[in-house]
């Protein structure tokens, strides 16, 4: 059984920069949900994707998108960065229906904005 | 979902029992209680969950009051590598899986 995984590790990005972060779901998973992780901080939903379609979202603007592909990867994309945007960026699969709630989380996306 | 509120620190001794402590004095009948814990560097790994009844699997018990005001999640022996944030999430069981986490427990497991 494959894990989570996500891609790169760490990145750094100026302000007003585009980036966009990759996930890979678990096998067999076909629930994908960001998180941000401020310092400090308990985890905080972004979004949710299920059969290729956002199923729910944060408290977080527009510029804040993603994607799912039939393969059931994920990516997010941030437009615009602010510095506020420094952060570990969590991907997360879980597979619809009974166990929903195990959610299996990747290592993170560590985001510098400067 | 109802909040929840942990202390934000605890330690405890290799070997001996971790407690740690949940209140969620708002939640409804139909939420249930979610533990997770994220070690340094890593993402969260969930640990288990429950409703009414006690219960226990191969890494922790959690014990529900019976007014399910607050639970307590116990790692029986502990371990160095026990060491982590622990997470108490209270949500409903419905169509949006979106989990909201506070701040959590820092748990330091001393030799």
């Known amino acids: 059984e494959t894990g989570v995984t996500q891609s790169p590790t760490h990145l750094i990005k100026t302000r007003g920069q585009q980036v966009t972060l990759r996930c890979s779901s678990q096998s067999g998973h076909n629930t994908v949900s960001w998180y941000q992780q401020a310092l400090g901080q308990g985890p905080q939903f972004i979004f949710q994707y299920y059969r290729e379609e956002e199923n729910g979202r944060g408290n977080f603007p527009p510029r804040f998108s993603g994607l799912q592909f039939p393969n059931y990867s994920s990516e997010l994309n941030v437009n615009a960065l602010e510095l506020d945007d420094s952060a570990l960026y969590l991907c997360?699969?879980?597979?619809?229906?009974?166990?929903?709630?195990?959610?299996?989380f990747g290592p993170g996306t560590r985001l510098t904005v400067t | 979902d109802a909040k929840t509120t942990q202390p934000p620190s605890m330690d405890c001794a290799e070997g001996r029992a971790a407690n740690l402590p949940c209140n969620h004095s708002t939640i409804s009948g139909n939420e249930y209680v979610y533990w997770y814990r994220q070690i340094h560097s890593q993402g969260p790994q969930y640990i288990i969950h429950?409703?009414?009844?006690?219960e226990t699997n191969e890494m922790a018990s959690l014990i529900i009051t019976e007014d399910r005001k607050s639970s307590t999640l116990i790692l029986p022996h502990a371990t160095l590598r026990d060491t982590a944030v622990y997470y108490c999430i209270v949500r409903a069981a419905g169509s949006n899986y979106q989990l909201i986490w506070g701040a959590g427990t820092k748990l330091i497991i001393k030799p």
């Open positions: 429950g409703l009414k009844n006690n």
């Open positions: 997360a699969s879980s597979l619809r229906g009974v166990k929903s709630y195990e959610q299996y």
